[in-house]
């Protein structure tokens, strides 16, 4: 069986065409002008956009934090991801403290195994590096893991020292892994969020105020010195501030092989957020903080000009009103005290119409940059590239028929995600999906979801990737 997708306009990180698309056994198997193949199911999409699926490098489903669970697992978040055009994601695998990576990743199998209906992959989340952990690290990339993640915050629950992180730096280099890290210095939060509670600041705001930008960006520019050092390829995760886009583009100068993402919602959520009534700030809180308007200013400049290379959304969703009706507990466990409302926002439906809006229609990039920042580098970076990120002869047919001219409210009476806030609740966005193939097969067609738990692939990245 196959199927035709005829007179779409394609766009690519690197080209705009006009082409008709054939899927053969999942995979792009021919394009050009005015294709007809007799048999093949055909969908004319003429006046919409054809793009690669969107990937969506940083996400945490079904993961233990904060004294609960992230409300949306592989099925829930899958789905949601599907309509909002990511048919790739890879999610952060935490071992175990006391046991291996191997354990980690049995359980995140277990939890994506039969539910899993987008394609994805994993990276490792190193947070008890013992030495016969060192060891296991290399065995990650037969396992299909080519990328490990280290926390310079949440000290007492996730966070490495600097020894820990420089020495899997050198291993992860040298075995063709590429090291992500959370910078921040958990060790000044600590002592800045016990001083706020002992002073009687315990409102939502407070998290901001103990998690300043000046360290964000310590804590960059030591992940980047270090990186140099160890020769090791860096990739910062979720970058918020002018301090740290500072260190990455001081590194990159230098020619470390050293990159950066930022996510949604640094775009468009404020510190001001975290001021609203009625507990409503909590649902803003994550880390790093949402920062002030000047650091979206210099978040869009590094996303036009090159300084960044990603935009994930860490998707990390809780309740808002949680413990009830069935659900477990979310954000209101930090009542009373900001330092107990977990850390995350929900955003895996929303990150490429949000973009669209805000970043093609807004005149800051071309839908050449969207698709690059969005799907190609994203393969690239993590070892997809190019059966993900690319609309190529060979490729997966993660195909998204885009509306450029389709009206959305973005709201949580309409998302698919298993929250029950949207952090761009009310947002008016022009763009939004149409169709959604993964590995040729329609998904999502409209409103309506075609896709099924359990047919989602696991995939196995590529070591030594590239650096962009
Ligand atoms: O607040 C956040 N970002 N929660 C998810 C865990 C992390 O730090 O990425
Ligand atoms: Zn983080
Ligand atoms: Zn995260």
Redesign the pocket.
């Known amino acids: 069986m196959s199927t035709l997708i005829k007179n779409g306009m394609v766009i690519t990180a690197g080209d705009t065409f006009q082409a008709d698309i054939l899927i053969k056994d999942g995979r792009i198997a021919m394009m050009g002008e005015d294709l007809v193949v007799e048999g093949a199911e055909v969908f004319d999409v003429e006046g919409k956009f054809v793009m690669p699926g969107g990937i969506d490098v ?1 996400t ?1 489903l079904d ?1 233990p ?1 904060g004294g609960t669970m992230s409300s949306d697992d592989f099925f829930t978040g899958h789905r949601a991801a599907a309509f909002g055009a990511t048919t790739t994601h890879i999610d ?1 695998v935490l071992q175990p403290m006391g046991g291996s990576l191997r354990d980690g990743l049995d359980t995140w199998h277990a939890k994506a195994n039969g539910k899993a209906a987008i394609d994805y992959g994993f990276h490792m989340a190193i947070t008890d590096l013992r030495d016969e952990v060192m060891d296991e690290i290399p065995t990650l990339v037969d396992q299909g893991i080519t990328s490990i993640k280290l ?1 310079m ?2 000290k007492g629950i996730l966070q490495v020292d600097d020894i820990t992180l420089f020495k899997a730096m050198m291993v992860a280099a040298e075995h063709g892994l590429l090291t992500m890290v ?1 910078a921040e210095n958990g060790d000044v939060i600590d002592v800045l969020v016990k001083q706020a509670l002992a002073n009687g600041q315990m409102d939502a705001i407070y998290h901001a105020k103990t998690h300043p930008a000046l360290i964000e960006g310590e804590a960059t520019g030591r992940a980047i010195a270090l990186a140099g050092v160890a020769n090791a390829p860096l990739y910062v ?2 970058m918020t501030c002018r301090e740290a886009l500072d260190q990455l583009a001081l590194g990159r100068a230098k020619g470390l092989p050293v990159m950066g993402e930022t996510c949604t919602q640094y775009m468009f959520v404020f510190e001001d957020d975290l001021t609203k009534p009625n507990f409503e700030g909590a649902k803003y ?4 903080p949402v920062r002030q308007p000047a650091d979206r200013d210099a978040l869009w400049s590094a996303l036009t000009g090159g300084g960044l290379q990603a935009v994930s959304t ?1 998707h ?1 969703p809780f309740w808002f009103e949680g413990g009830q009706n069935g659900r477990i507990a979310g954000k209101e466990l930090g009542r009373g005290d900001f330092s107990k409302i977990p ?3 929900p955003g895996i439906e929303d990150r490429l119409g949000v973009m669209w809006h805000h970043g093609v229609n807004g005149g800051k990039f071309s839908p050449n940059r969207f698709v690059e920042l969005m799907s190609t580098n994203p393969a690239k970076i993590f070892g997809l590239y190019p059966r993900k990120g690319s609309i190529s002869i060979g490729a997966d047919a993660d195909i998204v028929v885009w509306d450029p001219e389709k009206d959305h409210t973005i709201s949580a009476s309409t998302h698919h995600m298993n929250t029950d806030y949207n952090v761009y609740e009310g947002m008016e966005v022009r763009g939004w999906t149409e169709k959604v193939f993964l590995r040729g097969r329609l998904i999502v067609d409209g409103d309506q979801w075609l896709g099924e738990a359990g047919s989602g692939q696991f995939l196995r990245r590529e070591p030594f990737a590239e650096v962009l």
Not at 285 to 288: D, E, L, N, Q, R
């Open positions: 940083h945490h993961m934090f952060f926390f915050a949440y959370h995760v979720h809180v994550c880390s790093p860490d990390c850390n995350g926002m």
